[in-house]
């Protein structure tokens, strides 16, 4: 919809108002300073992992905006950052979850990087790749069971794609008609696995044929491009039309995770290539032409965005670590008699050894 | 109550609970128009019609998977795999979401389903048709796990499964399917309280611990040595996660001897941690060790169909050696 | 390439010599008398089990005959009775396997309908569906690294499409560009789950695109079409073209199996009609009109061919009865010590109970 | 030979054996140029191409079952699972066609493997990286187990892994990966024997058996009791499946006193097994109960990565407890 100098080249006029339009920028700008904050926090040694979305913003953002928050379901992937901020996940649960404090919705109970909330109706995030899938589709056919007129939308990269949960979840939402949008954010490699290699198809929209869907190709460093076509096809989910396959070319600029070396796999003229087209400033050139973002703006933006990431970022650590013993809470509705047992065995133990009971 | 047997029990029950709560849906490969190869779910496609019936296409993962999303979003599906041994392309989904879902979620979310399984030997089905998977379930924190060995049983466990809280794998033992037909009591909420075993023989010279299919032998072999005048204690475990350690070790303390019996393979199998808990909580009551008797550590072979099973002579075998100790 | 009145409408001469062409209808001939005296033998108590091939024949025979036995490996399913016969497996092991005597080269450790033979490089089949697709994959994957020219087959019914191993499977492929087909044989049901709720997609040929292949429609009840698209495909595999998916229209005329009522979810019109389009008549009407064969021949055919299959079934039942202790071999190449002495207690067992040792 | 560390050795062993046997190829998730996530396999795509040195496409099913089909055809595959975790989405091929291929084809075809895949906790990787499934391979019948603790042992048996005629699951104590580093000996043919286990310290007082990860904690818990004066016998099984029987029951019954340590889930792990087996064979051997340090019955948490680990204290702690008895 807006080419790489920021104009306009849609076949339509841009039907979004000009707050919408300045809340998408800011929320771009806001994942990408919290990803560069969850970079740094991780150097420091106070979160142990991360898995960079820089690059990914104008999918995430773009699919954000297409859901109607609190009704629709979302079943993300690990890299989902801007997508979960912008569906307006809090920052301090963010940031809790990313440092395994008191402030997690999930208790401490994962790696960083597996937003989840049920408010926002955001399913936990998994690491088993493409595990995830089945889930979502799932939760179509319990939608269009319901008659709820709600739809499924459903994240993952394109690695994920060879796994065969990742197939049999598609095929099941084919053949049922299941009201859900599966969003491929293709950055070229899983991990150091490029595409090639990855699959014999030459694109991933095309796998759509196997379940009788359509399929479609955006360019995922394009917001409103990701916007719209979300927007269209989540509409068509929820009237009945079934589901959809996206595939959004994007890049990732950092390594696969903070335990990776990309320079192993791949070239940096490609990295620098593809940092030419980064979303974030294309975005805001088409902003700038229509008058509605400027360097003072941007500036103020910015200012702001970091305060609340900064008033987050305490928040998350000022809620205190979690508890010990709250690793044996939540693996059922209630604790069988075998695992009370090694509770008490644990907590002997710990008494014998002069530990304190923990925080 | 007319006489029922326990794959028409099974039918039944789930008939009463889709009929008590609309959020019980069903789904799985031929359960549909066909009603379960085994005939476990004949007449729910008629009564309920194919949005709470549906026939999968054919992926484990699809059927388990999608049950994690439908429990999520607040139905109770009831999810057949048509043989316990096709269950693994499944697994993942069992593993990585079903089992870990309230715990990594920290309890915002949950995933409620009964997964039904016809599971074991005795039906000439080689092993890609006998297999008995319970230990991949009970070493998997966040499964319940039941194996009931009597129509009455799976009818009450069953109801406890589909309105509990929690994820349960459900087996079902096909070749006690129709092989016995029993006057099921029709009190529409008589349930069996999980992690609940149950006495069926009472006597004080040896223990037999059972479950599933091969209570048939365990019995057999009880009234095999009730008619030599030996009196055997028997348990049905029926659930394996939680089980009812209390009530073993209870009557492990007060008989001293015991023999458990299993048609999984022998190692690591759910006896070893029978056997394991009462030799770490009862072993200065224990006259003689605790014997195992159980499956091969072999795939389920075909031509040997029968001798495979943990058999009344095995069984009875055992029991002299705990007896003579 | 012969229309249902036997009319050849190729659009090339048939290249296949007068002895090939009536060992192709004898074979189809053979493969429904076995499938015959298979249900009877079932149904007389001396098998388990029967999974009926009747309908699939021309496809099966069709695939056998692109093969060059002994070079090319072979990936078998449960309905591939007429398939293993046409290749060459010897009907006393066939019965044999079916009545799990000793005369079946796998000892009798699998349940009738599983097939498998070193010699003819013929996978033995396993219940478990769509599982040997990756290994199909594995042992194309070797041929081309060791370029020894040869390929690999590999068949299911579209029932097995379904799996996510299928999947992994057929995504390996394309993505190793390894010289293997599939080959489907889309009866329309797997039980009693129909197309429709089986995929969203119209067939299963289509799915060829989501791994970068090409995907074949074949008429499978018309033997010869099998044939010709078959080894064109081998061929062109061998020669390093990569992988293929073919989709076979066929239908079972019997149930699922011995154990199946497909009253229950198939009209029986349907199945009549699918009976007039039976492919051994078909073919016959083919070779009659080439004056190939006739009614003479046809008795003869039909009275050796009895033979046969008399002799080998009592083959197999002399072989006599697999002994109890072949249950414990072949776990792995040596027994653990563990398994030594579960045998140990089942002979003491046998012992003290006053049972014999078994045949 | 310098000093190596866990993952070197691995990676220098693989390089060996693949010069040595040019029918050796390895496939898994960037095991190509990336040289695997752990760098287990450094330096095999420069040395030996993309042909022996596969990236396969991101499906665990793919890699061990693509694997069985070489290995039919004559390749003796290496497949690296990038995370023990991640064999489930594999977990039928293992289960339905590696460990039954030899059984049901009665010899015809047998898939001789090595699965190696990065095991257990201590890395603050949550539950998706940190399980230890080896229950589930122990009682899956037709797959030898094996879990080296060491950089040498790591050699040993890796090498006798690829060298022999069954498939092995070959898990690798990620958290030890780089803990330490050890002179291994250079011998190429220096193979550890199938289902033998090795004496790690020698002692009268309690015996302890281990094996993984866990032999980093178990042998600390033998020298802080050393230091008290009690002599500890340390067992590191190294191989499950078969395990070494024999020496664990011959130093129990010298010893009669036993502790079991592993960090997998507690409920049927393979120290019920052994426990299990204790009990039957030496149970008039027993001073004590043979008590199990495990992995608790929750999923791997991540807050508490380190607490959910049978560390040294509740080690020492059972150790009292059987001492006292
Ligand atoms: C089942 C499974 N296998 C392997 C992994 C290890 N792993 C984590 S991320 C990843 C690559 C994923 O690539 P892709 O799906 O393209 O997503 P991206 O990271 O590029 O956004 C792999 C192999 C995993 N998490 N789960
Ligand atoms: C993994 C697995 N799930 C379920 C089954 C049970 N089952 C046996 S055959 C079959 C239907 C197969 O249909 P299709 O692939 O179309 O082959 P067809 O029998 O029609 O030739 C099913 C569901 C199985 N054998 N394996
Ligand atoms: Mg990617
Ligand atoms: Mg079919």
């Known amino acids: 919809m807006i080419d790489e100098a920021g104009a306009w080249v849609g076949g339509f006029a841009c039907d979004l108002d000009v707050p919408s ?44 905006y297409a859901l109607r ?224 973002w400027d360097e003072a703006r941007e500036r103020e933006a910015r200012e702001q965005l970091a305060g609340e990431v900064d008033a987050a970022v305490a928040a998350a650590r000022a809620a205190g670590e979690v508890p010990l013993e709250w690793m044996f809470d939540d693996v059922l509705s209630r604790p069988t008699p075998q695992l009370e047992r090694q509770r008490e065995r644990f907590r002997a133990a710990r008494r014998a050894a002069g530990e304190d009971e923990g925080p | 109550m007319p006489l029922q047997t326990y794959v028409q029990t099974v039918a039944r029950t789930l008939h009463e609970e889709m009929r008590r709560d609309e959020r019980v849906v069903v789904l799985g490969e031929d359960v549909g128009k066909r009603g379960g190869v085994f005939l476990a779910t004949e007449g729910l496609y008629e009564a309920f019609g194919p949005d709470r019936v549906i026939d999968t296409p054919l992926s484990e993962a699809a059927i388990i998977g999608a049950a994690v999303g439908m429990a999520v979003h607040g139905l109770r599906p009831v999810a057949e795999i048509q043989f316990a041994d096709y269950v693994f392309p499944g697994f993942d989904q069992l593993v990585s979401q079903v089992a870990k879902l309230r715990y990594r979620s920290g309890g915002a979310f949950s995933a409620p389903m009964v997964v039904r399984m016809p599971a074991g030997g005795g039906v000439k089905g080689g092993h890609h048709h006998s297999q008995n998977p319970e230990t991949h379930f009970v070493h998997t924190p966040g499964l319940q796990v039941v194996y009931p060995s009597t129509p009455s049983d799976a009818r009450g466990c069953l109801k ?106 022998h190692s690591v199998g759910m006896m070893s941690e029978v056997a394991a808990t009462i030799a770490e909580e009862a072993l200065d009551l224990l006259e003689a060790p605790p014997l195992r008797v159980s499956g091969f550590d072999t795939p389920y072979p075909y031509a040997q169909d029968r001798a495979y099973l943990p058999g009344r002579n095995r069984i009875l075998h055992a029991v002299q050696q705990v007896l003579d100790y």
Not at chain 1, 94 to 120: E, I
């Open chain 1, 21 to 64: 339009l300045q809340a998408m920028y800011r929320h771009l700008l806001l994942a990408r300073m919290v990803d560069e904050r969850l970079v740094l926090l991780q150097r420091t040694g106070r979160s142990s992992f991360v898995a960079p979305s820089a690059g990914h913003e104008a999918a995430q953002v773009g699919i954000a």
């Open chain 1, 69 to 292: 928050p609190g009704r629709d379901w979302i079943y993300p992937y690990y890299r989902d950052t801007a997508l979960a901020i912008a569906v307006g996940w809090p920052l301090a649960e963010l940031f809790g979850q990313m440092m395994g404090t008191r402030a997690d919705p999930a208790r401490g109970r994962q790696m960083p990087a597996h937003p989840g909330s049920r408010p926002l109706r955001m399913f936990t995030v998994a690491s088993a790749i493409a595990s995830h899938v089945p889930a979502a589709v799932g939760s179509a056919v319990a939608q269009k069971l319901r008659g709820d007129g709600d739809a499924t939308v459903c994240t993952f990269g394109e690695g994920a794609t060879s796994e065969g949960d990742w197939h049999a979840a598609l095929n099941f939402a084919g053949a049922q008609g299941a009201p859900i949008v599966f969003a491929c954010q293709n950055n070229g490699y899983a991990i150091s696995v490029g595409m090639r290699q990855q699959t014999g198809s030459h694109n991933v929209a095309v796998k759509a044929h196997a379940y009788g869907m359509p399929g479609y190709l955006v360019d995922g460093m394009d917001v409103l491009a990701c916007y719209y076509l979300m927007r269209e096809l989540m509409a068509a989910a929820r009237d009945g039309f079934g589901p959809a396959l996206v595939e959004m070319l994007v890049y990732r600029y950092g390594p696969h995770s903070s335990a990776d070396d990309d320079g192993v796999y791949r070239p940096a003229e490609e990295v620098a290539a593809w940092r030419e087209r980064d979303p974030i400033p294309r975005f805001r050139r088409y902003l700038e032409g229509r008058g509605l």
């Open chain 2, 160 to 265: 406890t499964a589909v309105r509990g809280d929690d994820p349960v794998v459900f087996m079902e033992p096909k070749r006690l399917y129709r092989a016995l037909k029993e006057d099921v009591p029709d009190d529409p909420d008589q349930l069996v309280p999980v992690g609940r075993a149950v006495r069926r023989r009472e006597g004080g010279e040896v223990v037999l611990v059972s479950y599933g299919g091969s209570m048939a032998e365990t019995l057999q072999a009880a009234d095999a040595l009730a008619a030599q005048g030996i009196g055997a204690d028997v348990i049905d475990l029926r659930w394996l996660m939680p089980w009812d350690e209390a009530l073993v070790l209870e009557r492990v303390a007060a008989v001293g001897r015991v023999v458990l019996v299993s048609e999984a393979p």
